[in-house]
């Protein structure tokens, strides 16, 4: 096995929803700046897991998040030669947010190339074994095939989704026994809608969950929307899968496994029964399933259900949350709470992404410190996005001012995102 050492100012452990803009941010700042992934790709949940809808960048008043992600967002859509959408004509009649779509090739595409501009280092395929202080330095030992790299950085973020760092640290984690269903992405074309008909496909869904050919979770909105929705969508976002543990490789290859027995089956389902799907194709598969919730961290402050549905304002604020709660469910399907008003906007306080007791590594994206109920509105792919430019910009702060990161102040880590477009908050 080849060893190799490397040394950097700000080393950024996955480059998933989070961590790349964590680690676009640190680098663009002028901190040398490394991201290890053990992925094949950048973005994560939106690229590698399917999810390629980067909400909200806007709510029905205002922006909510720009910054880097909106920078990114806005290169792809040029690249596809599509127009950016004026959100001010929209009308938010079913949902308060706006939804944003990107082609994931273009868009991966579109990070390497701006993480090249920046001085970025990439190291895909490797995965984070080890971290303890050295001094004021970090040393991370991290492996992929034939490879082993220690790393030395004077400040972490993790943005691993799972806690991976924090958990190695033996620093605090929070989980629930009962979470969230994970989701797995594919795309099924050739549907012919105008063959389609309501209140019929209803009660041929209902009549295949009853006989066992289809199975609960198989589609995941049952409560909320009528499994036409499904057809409409194409299958896009609308498999749960059960008790999604992505925070080790057994859990992941579950996962997977799982998701794509769904997807067979309900494919199967459609060619053989629905009108109108008896050409259809399985045209995308994600390479992998993803979760909604495993280990959080427990930071300095954990974030209430009350301090989300108040929408408090915090004087740490680093950046916006959105105002709505998306919570998922195995007995459920998924559940929507929304705001009293649409002026209310949840905020995410610094404290929140520092783990407890601890000092030089925070936190950002899906692991940030709080209740679940307040989680499942923090973890829209936007917020995850502005969390990890947030924590990017401490990073940077604290090496150049030779301090730790916790000891950076939340306004000059607004400020620094604002620098580079960010909404202030």
């Not at 063959?195 to 609960?216: D, F, R, S």
């Amino acid at each position: 096995m080849k060893s190799l050492k490397e040394e950097v100012d700000v080393l950024v452990a996955g480059g998933g929803t989070a961590g790349h803009i964590a680690a676009l941010q640190a680098a663009r700042a002028g901190v040398k700046t490394s991201v290890i992934e053990a992925g094949s790709m950048l973005a994560g949940t939106m690229t590698a897991g399917g999810v390629n809808t980067p909400n909200h960048f806007f709510s029905t008043k205002e922006p909510v998040v720009l910054g880097i992600p909106w920078e990114l967002y806005v290169k792809s859509k040029e690249i596809e030669g599509l127009p950016i959408p004026d959100y001010k004509q929209r009308r938010p009649v079913e949902t308060p947010g706006y939804y944003s779509y990107i082609n994931i090739p273009i868009y991966v595409a579109v990070v390497e190339e701006e993480s090249r501009k920046a001085g970025l280092i990439i190291h895909y395929h490797e995965f984070i074994a080890d971290i303890k202080a050295v001094g004021d330095y970090w040393e991370i030992t991290s492996y992929g095939r034939g490879i082993e790299r220690i790393t030395r950085a004077r400040e972490v973020i993790d943005c691993t989704g799972d806690s991976d760092l924090v958990r190695l640290l033996g620093l605090g984690t929070l989980r629930d026994e009962t979470r969230q269903p994970g989701s797995y992405q594919y795309i099924i074309e050739g549907i012919k809608h105008e063959q389609i008909w309501e209140k019929e496909v209803q009660i041929m869904y209902e009549e295949a969950l009853e006989k066992g050919i289809i199975k609960k979770g198989d589609y995941s909105y049952p409560n909320i929307l009528p499994f036409k929705y499904f057809l409409d969508q194409g299958g896009r976002n609308c498999t749960h899968i059960y008790n999604s543990d992505t925070s080790n490789a057994d859990g992941q290859t579950a996962a997977n496994l799982e998701g794509r027995e769904r997807m067979l089956r309900m494919y199967q389902f459609l060619k053989s029964t629905i009108p109108g799907c008896e050409q259809i194709e399985l045209s995308t598969m994600s390479p992998q399933g993803v979760a909604r919730e495993t280990y959080r961290i427990e930071g300095e402050y954990i974030i209430t259900e009350e301090d989300f549905k108040q929408a408090v304002d915090f004087e740490d604020k680093i950046c916006n949350a959105f105002n709505y709660i998306d919570m998922h469910s195995q007995a459920r399907g998924c559940d929507l709470y929304f705001h009293e008003s649409e002026d209310m906007l949840p905020k995410v306080p610094y404290r929140a992404l520092i783990p407890k007791g601890s000092s030089r590594i925070t936190a950002a994206g899906r692991i940030v410190s709080a209740h679940r109920i307040a989680l499942a509105g923090i973890r829209a792919q936007c917020v995850c996005m502005a969390m990890g430019q947030a924590m990017g910009a401490a990073a940077a702060l604290a090496v150049e001012r030779k301090v730790p990161s916790r000891e950076i102040n939340s306004k000059d880590i607004v400020a620094l995102t604002v620098e580079h477009g960010a909404v202030e908050v």
